[in-house]
């Protein structure tokens, strides 16, 4: 019969090699071949791969045959386990464990404070790392690092990161590349980017993960070409790319929209070895999208052998993006007949199409595929259903899912959906019942639900409740008006014949958004033949945008309303002077079947 010796080298090395399953398989046999449990030398590498792995049940009865064998106590058994506890999210299990314990290694500590930092409970973690601080208990650069793994976005990790590095300066750990990489990541994601970029200056040594991390931090701020900035001296700093750092290049890329740089993008990962990354692959798939070359996308995305869900998603969003609703649905298709399922995302991009297409039908096909997946309840995917099913005037069908959802689960993108498409067919009132409604469950409204609002009540020609919405946009919640609000508001006016109150509402705005709003004032003046209504057109707001055909026409069209026929005919010669075209309008109807 073998003996537990020879078990736990093999347990050891198949843990050690990260071949967790087969490690848990040896257990099970060792079990099987009559030995009782194991001793201190089996256990850590057991509890490593259910960590490994997260499976914490299998761990709570390897904690029990731990007990069984007596190896529980053993200090470094007593540790792997509250590791694999700690790992696996069960926080109170490894909190008992961790009070439980006679004496602690540093080990325990920075497995409690990592355990609450990543359960993002910063201000838990944060006691316990002061209190192994009082107990004199010297924290390492693993602690920190611990401390500084959790949620990046809360706020009060945003003064964290400095606070951090100020103890690894007094403390000698400054030097701790890790550390230092995770103090630049918490501030890059707390937004302090000028602080991470005085560190990164500072910083003698640095690793991949410092220059990505930097590198994100300029993408968040739309600041593209820092970032190729940063990665060519990267690259002269003798570094090599790895795929996050190609990720962030080629997110850079996709904000520059560059063709020659997206084809560039694709010489780098095919030299670097990372043709076949799949993360990688359907980035580049939505860079050449997003660079208008659907040809080179489509051709990226044939030469992968093995399709995840990621890169259909990318290829179909691709042509929704590019204008190519049809090509889109196709592709969806044909994901349908292999054995990649969508998920939230790809059924969002599918009913886009849908709706860019105006067809209920085939939005009518993409739900029963929704159904079948089960992903009827992800929010996500009923608000775009809701969206979609307005955008083909199927306010009832939109209404139904709308209803499906519990009130209490409703966030503010759904609401604003629904109000938005009552508002885009017409019915004011119901959008504005939908509305208050909203407001009684306690959702707070932002600038886009206002602007869903005073649009319902200028296609449903509610005066006085678009005035009363106006107000409270800015009086009630602060908000500050944008040019959508001053057009829905002023389009109201104007269409209700109201103009002298729209024309107060234009007085008071800046001049730059008065240029965007011109048109509702000039068309509702034409048609009353209004000649008050020229005061307001100043040459400074034409030449705001000398590009706008628009202007020009309605101007135009006034002025020979009014019967000033050389005046009317100088602003249309001004169209074929500049080369302006008036933009043609166009709309799609679905035939049966």
């Known amino acids: 019969m073998t003996t537990l010796p020879h078990w736990n080298h093999l347990i050891q090395l198949a843990a050690a090699s990260g071949a967790y399953s087969q490690c848990l398989g040896h257990y099970a046999a060792l079990l099987a071949a009559g030995l009782r449990g194991g001793d201190a030398s089996t256990f850590p590498s057991l509890a490593k791969s259910c960590a490994a792995l997260r499976l914490p049940r299998l761990g709570r009865s390897l904690h029990a045959h731990a007990l069984l064998a007596g190896a529980a106590s053993d200090v470094f058994v007593r540790t792997s386990l509250l ?26 500590w920075n497995c409690m404070v990592t355990a609450y930092s990543k359960s993002s409970r910063v201000e838990e973690a944060v006691a316990m790392f002061n209190t192994m601080r009082g107990l004199g208990v010297r924290p390492s650069g693993g602690t920190l690092v611990g401390l500084m793994s959790g949620s990046m976005n809360s706020v ?3 003064s964290l990161g400095l606070c951090l590095y100020g103890y690894s300066l007094k403390s000698g750990l400054d030097a701790d590349l890790p550390v230092l990489n995770s103090v630049l990541t ?19 040594e640095k690793s991949v993960v410092s220059w990505s991390a930097m590198a994100s931090g300029f993408l968040q701020a739309g600041n593209y070409m820092e970032v190729f900035g940063l990665f060519n001296r990267m690259q002269a700093a003798g570094h090599k790319f790895d795929w996050v750092a190609l990720v962030n290049l080629i997110s850079a890329a996709v904000l520059l929209g560059n063709l020659l740089v997206a084809k560039g993008m694709h010489a780098l990962l095919v030299k670097s070895g990372f043709e076949s990354e799949q993360n990688l692959v359907s980035s580049l798939v939505n860079l050449y999208a997003r660079c208008g070359d659907l040809e080179a996308a489509q051709e990226v995305f044939d030469a992968v052998r093995w399709k995840d869900v990621v890169l259909w998603t990318s290829m179909i969003t691709g042509y929704v993006e590019g204008g190519y609703p049809d090509k889109a649905l196709t ?10 399922e969508p998920n939230e995302a790809t059924v969002s991009s599918a009913l886009s199409a849908c709706a860019d297409l105006g067809s209920a039908n085939q939005a009518k096909k993409v739900e029963d595929h929704v159904v079948a997946l089960g992903l009827q309840s992800d929010l996500r995917v009923a608000t775009a259903l809701i969206y979609t099913y307005c955008k083909c005037g199927s ?70 409740e678009g005035i009363r919405c106006f107000h409270s946009l800015t009086e009630e919640y602060g908000i500050e008006p944008s040019v959508e609000h001053y057009m829905c508001i002023i389009d109201l006016l104007c269409k209700s014949g109201h103009i002298s109150i729209a024309k107060e509402f234009f007085k008071k705005m800046p001049i730059k958004l008065q240029n965007l709003v011109l048109a509702p004032i000039v068309s509702a003046s034409s048609s009353h033949c209004a000649d ?25 069209n006034m002025l020979s309303c009014l019967g000033k026929w050389k005046k009317a005919t100088a602003y249309r010669r001004l169209l074929s002077k500049q080369g302006l075209v008036k933009e043609p309008g166009l709309s799609c109807i679905e035939l049966s079947g």
């Open 532 to 556: 008050s209504s020229m005061d307001l057109i100043s040459e400074e707001l034409l030449n705001l945008d000398p590009q706008n055909s628009g202007h020009c026409i309605l101007i135009s």
């Open 331 to 340: 592709m969806f298709d044909s994901m349908l007949r292999t054995d990649v």
């Open 395 to 464: 306010v009832e069908l939109a209404k139904k899912i709308f209803d499906g959802v519990k009130v209490t689960s409703r966030d503010l993108a759904i609401w604003s959906a629904m109000i938005n498409g009552y508002a885009c067919n017409g019915e004011g009132s119901e959008a504005l019942f939908l509305f208050s409604e909203m407001q009684k469950e306690g959702v707070q409204p932002d600038a886009i639900v206002f602007t869903h609002v005073l649009t319902a009540c200028s296609y449903s020609g509610l005066i006085d």
């Open 186 to 204: 918490m501030l890059v994601h707390g937004g302090q980017l000028h602080a991470a970029r005085l560190i990164f200056d500072s910083m003698r």
């Open 83 to 108: 590791d694999m506890y700690a790992k696996c999210a069960c926080l109170p299990d490894a909190r008992l464990l961790f009070d439980e314990m006679s004496s602690r290694t540093l080990v325990s």
């Open 156 to 158: 009060a990790t945003r």
